[in-house]
């Protein structure tokens, strides 16, 4: 089993009389890049920074390869390297910038130097060196931030949200970079992000938080694809969330009711147990309702009616009614060729697999 | 007209010469006023980095009394620093009374504040999460301290000015403790008063025009470095 780098045991942070974060037990685990995920305000800025030992738990323990990191932290801290949503440049140029991490750990002149050309070089921002970091662009002073980062060769690298306030063709640009420069390093990475495409994107592992309890912690698959709870299910992009009761169960096949429609579920559930029917939108299919679909391997084929049709960035999203909401991401050239509006009637196929069963307690 | 084209004529003339000790009282008021500019800008970012950058009950009292002491009068500082340093005040046994230390005292009692203040606004217009990021960086306490007054270093300069400015050009606090003693405790400021209560004003206008050379040429070196820093 891989080692854990860093990990939290009954950590609780509180300010004033709110408690932001209540942690019982995370891992951060040697090598990985685990992504915390979770709507704003649910703290995860705060775990970051609590993992990143410059915020003090009010109760419990931060542990750095196992041992508790009191009375360390600054030699700890100089083991990692932090960065914030902000690219914070000092009034300095930008190779300066780059090096600062490495002058406050007084580091030689020129390994400053080497490191931070190389790391100037690799986010390509080397025709700046001698730049005031002060007058860059957003990207450009991201770019800066993430080199100063990664100068340090950090054991743990602590990303706090680095893409959020740049523009989209600057994000995707970065993303790669980092991506990139992850993969290279195999630094231990915690990334904190409100996008579930950037945790899917660069995350091994997840944890979502939310109103400052971690609900799920697993494999980025398992967690999107799984989702613990009907609240998680949201975030990662479950789009519809239906409650069903399983009729019947044969060969690892669930037969779900759904509001008088039967779906087949690709799961062991008991039968006459109450559950959530969680499904993706980009996992349904819309065929034509004239042509009765031809043999495939999708097990579900229900026939809806197209309630509404609005854009979701390059793709569109159409909400249809099949005797329950259901939400399916089609491409705009579909749409076209399918001619669909308001009122179509077509038939949404769906996979045994894509359907994803959450026991269902009651709505609160 | 005389009154003034002979007393500009005159001060000139003393300029040139020296007398009445002008230059003497001259150099004198800017070792007071600077050490009292120094001390205070040592204070000054002890307290103000104190106050900007810790939560405490009672933050908001604390910049409202440093506020507050921005705008103390320098006739109220002077009652006040001249019954601590009395020979049978609190502080008597010191034997500061009538002394440029005595001086330094009361004109520092006058500048901290105002240094302290630019201080504290300084470092908390900075972004909230620099100091997080500088210890992200591996930056020990000092470290980060030394940064943050680095890259507040332009609002620092102009909080130097204004102290300097407030110290340089107060008379009431120098008059009480300092005792205005020829040679000894004669600051401008209060050469300027003496000259004019004599009727003397060729020496008063000599001074006046060498406290504002003084206090313009402080301001531009100040100002070009911060040209300079705004350029770079």
């Not at chain 2, 001086?103 to 999460?129: D, E, S, Y």
């Not at chain 2, 930056?139 to 110290?167: C, D, H, I, N, T």
Request: hydrophobic content about 50%.
């Amino acid at each position: 089993m891989t080692q854990a780098k860093l990990s939290l045991r009954d950590v609780r942070v509180r300010r004033g009389r709110s408690e932001l974060v209540n942690v019982p037990q995370l891992d951060v685990l040697e090598g990985e890049v685990l992504a915390i995920i979770g709507p704003n305000g649910a703290g995860k800025s705060v775990l970051l920074e609590t993992l990143a030992l410059l915020q003090e738990p009010s109760g419990g323990q931060v542990l750095f390869e196992g041992q508790p990191v009191a009375g360390r932290q600054l030699a700890l801290r100089r083991r990692m390297a932090v960065v914030f949503q902000d690219p914070l440049p000092l009034r300095r140029s930008v190779a300066d910038n780059v090096a600062l991490g490495l002058r406050l750990r007084g580091a030689p002149r020129r390994i400053q130097r080497e490191r931070a050309a190389h790391w100037m070089r690799r986010f390509g921002i080397d025709h700046l060196a001698k730049r005031s970091a002060i007058t860059l662009s957003g990207g450009e002073a991201q770019r800066t931030n993430l080199a100063r980062a990664l100068a340090l060769e950090p054991e743990v690298l602590l990303l706090d949200e680095p893409f959020s306030a740049l523009d989209e063709p600057t994000r995707v640009e970065l993303l790669d970079d980092l991506s990139a420069a992850l993969r290279e390093t195999a630094v231990t990475t915690v990334f904190v992000t409100h996008d579930r495409g950037e945790a899917l994107r660069l995350g091994d592992r997840v944890a979502v938080l939310m109103g400052g309890l971690i609900r799920q912690v697993g494999t980025t698959t398992a967690v999107f694809a799984a989702p613990a709870d009907e609240e998680v299910a949201t975030f990662v992009g479950v789009e519809t969330i239906v409650a069903g009761r399983v009729r019947s169960l044969k060969d690892g096949l669930a037969l779900v009711d759904v509001a008088g429609q039967m779906v087949e579920v690709a799961t062991d559930g008991d039968p006459g147990s109450d559950v959530l029917v969680c499904l993706r939108p980009e996992d349904v299919v819309l065929s034509p309702a004239r042509d009765h679909p031809g043999p495939s391997s999708a097990r579900n084929h229900l026939p809806a009616v197209v309630c509404r049709i609005l854009p979701a960035g390059p793709h569109v999203r159409a909400e249809l009614d099949a005797g329950f909401g259901m939400v399916a991401l089609i491409t705009k050239q579909s749409l076209e060729e399918l001619s669909l509006t308001g009122g179509s009637r077509v038939v949404a196929s769906f996979k045994a697999t894509a359907v994803h069963l959450i026991p269902y307690r009651g709505r609160a | 007209m005389d009154l003034i084209w002979d007393g500009i004529k005159e001060a000139f003339r003393i300029i040139g010469s020296g007398d009445y000790s002008v230059w003497e009282i001259a150099v004198r008021s800017i070792l007071v006023s600077g050490s009292a500019t120094m001390i205070s800008l040592f204070l000054g970012i002890l307290v103000g980095s104190a106050i900007a950058f810790n939560q405490f009950p009672g933050r908001n009292l604390a910049f409202s009394l440093v506020n507050t002491g921005m705008g103390l009068p320098p006739v109220v500082v002077g009652l006040i620093v001249a019954i601590m340093l009395w020979r049978s005040g609190p502080l008597g046994e010191f034997r500061l009374i009538y002394t440029p230390s005595a001086m330094v005292v009361a004109q520092t009692v006058i500048a901290a504040p105002i240094v302290t203040g630019f201080t504290a606004a300084a470092l908390r217009n900075l972004h909230p999460k620099l100091r997080s990021q500088l210890y992200g960086l591996g930056a020990s306490r000092l470290q980060m301290l030394w940064l943050v007054l680095w890259e507040a270093k332009l609002p620092l300069l102009a909080a130097v000015m204004a102290g300097f400015g407030g110290a340089i050009s107060e008379i009431g606090a120098s008059q009480m403790v300092g005792g205005n003693l020829a040679g000894d405790t004669r600051v401008m400021t209060t050469a300027i008063v003496l000259e004019v209560s004599r009727g003397e004003f060729a020496p008063a206008i000599a001074l006046s025009i060498i406290l504002l050379v003084l206090i313009f040429i402080v301001n531009l070196i100040l100002t070009t470095v911060q040209q300079q820093e705004r350029q770079s």
